[in-house]
């Protein structure tokens, strides 16, 4: 029985693949499933879409079912799996652009609605495809509104522009996204300096573990787990190990990884192998949203394993991230077993963000009490934030656990314009919305307003119903499916967002609780947390302890 189906690859199609295989380094033998990921993304390169039968003689060059091959190509949104338009255009339609005047109606009026959105076709009623795409957010919040023109980021895009680029009149742009230093700021991860690796080498495994556990630092991607017991368990575990830095940074209004990446390539790379050199392992990436191609390769650049994403949010999950890099659907798996037992390649695997790996080589040259001088005592050290929206000075602060919410937004200009502020949206979009009367909070990961470290300004021109309606739009998307908590109830959250009345609080709390409690991973256990949080500052749900004592969690 023949393992595929007999394909109808034409030469075109064998002739990509093979280039592809080549490029990689797989011209003679069959590659594992592990490079199929990276394959996908080099056959679109080369054929330009991911057509069936280049699916079909990928699979049979790989000795792969078919089902397998199609399976992982559908699951992104980078991957296309029909042609592309001539020149590929991408509008961001995400929260921050839409803030800051998307001209989403321009091109619409101009061009027609979107073919394509979150990775899926919407061919129009003729069967014709627009020339452009919706897409969420690309990560590039501080320049808000952002459209990619080909591979070129259009900042601060008008309808102007963005014709200008279709037409190649536009070149690339590149405009730093940390503000000049502005009083009272505070800046020790995002510096230049010299090399720790070699303290690190002399100080060996048992002393680094000791230093992380004395300085308390907790993970900044969002969970706050503390990267002591992590680093222990897989030091302390039998057999081959490994090391992940996750860069899949995806959530709407964060962008404050992929600065670090940009710019301080060396403090990953060097933050990755103090971790390796901790918990004794021998392999190491960097996992890197796909959409981040400047960011990917001056990591590269560092001689650090770098493996690309292809657009999932889900793959920000660890255990999902670990599916991707093994050439599976990115579906989160259950737990236990945990990854520090059971994790990429079913070998114990410590896996920390880019920020978190980010004050590894600060604090190894400067020593677990120079990191405690800053910040609280429950969250030590300084934090990265990305603050973009209705600000003057959009960009990435680094500041010290325990600011004032109100002082950050100070530091970056206050609220544009001159208009009153209406609302902050605290750690991305599965954060925390709260009021102009909530400017005296700290920052820190006991207030559970930190999250992802992004922070959303809205002033009182937004439509904060139009902002919930988008957050449940995107978490509805971005559900991998695997599990009907969070299948279904992002799609019934999306429904009731958008006919919100007083009438709905009590099935949106509901429906909450369920989904907290009873999905898989954190997409689905978060979904609804900044939605419940923003209920008391709507005018029909303000006020209301149904709305307001939902206990989410955004730190």
Known sequence: MERNPPSASAEAERAAVGAALARLGWSEAAPPRSELLPLLHAVQEEHGWLSRGCLHELADRMALPFPDVWG????????RLEP??????QVCDDVTCRLRGACLD?????HGAPSRFQGHAYPHEDGSAAAWEAVPCLGQCEHAPVAVVEDRVIRDATIEKIEAAMNGRVPPETASAIPDPVPGEVRRVMRKGPSALARAEEMGSAALLDLVEKSGLLGRGGAAFPAAVKWRAVAGAPGEKWAICNADESEPGTFKDRIVMEEYPELIAEGLRIAMLAVGAKNGLVYVRGEYEEAARRLAATGVRVF?????????EETALFNSVEGRRGEP????PFPTEHGVFGRPTVINNVETLSNLPLLVLEGADAFRAHGTERSAGTKLFAVSGHVERPGVYEVPFGTRLGDLLNMA???????????????????????????DTPLAFEARNVGSGAIV????????????ARIARFFRDESCGQCVPCRVGTQRQLELVERIGSADVDILRDLAAVMTDASICGLGQTAAVAIMSALPLLDGARGDPRASDFDGRAG
């Open 413 to 439: 200009g206050g609220v544009w314009q001159g208009r009153r502020l209406q609302a902050v949206l605290c750690g991305g979009v599965a954060g925390t919305f709260l009021g102009p009367g909530a400017l």
């Open 72 to 79: 992982v190509a559908s699951f992104y949104a980078m991957l």
């Open 457 to 468: 300004v809205l002033d009182e021109t937004a439509s904060l119903p139009e902002i919930l």
């Open 333 to 336: 798996r259950n737990k236990p």
């Open 84 to 89: 592309p338009p001539a020149v590929r255009v």
């Open 106 to 110: 321009a091109m619409s009026a101009r």
């Open 308 to 316: 690309r994403g292809a657009g999932a949010y889900i793959c920000g």
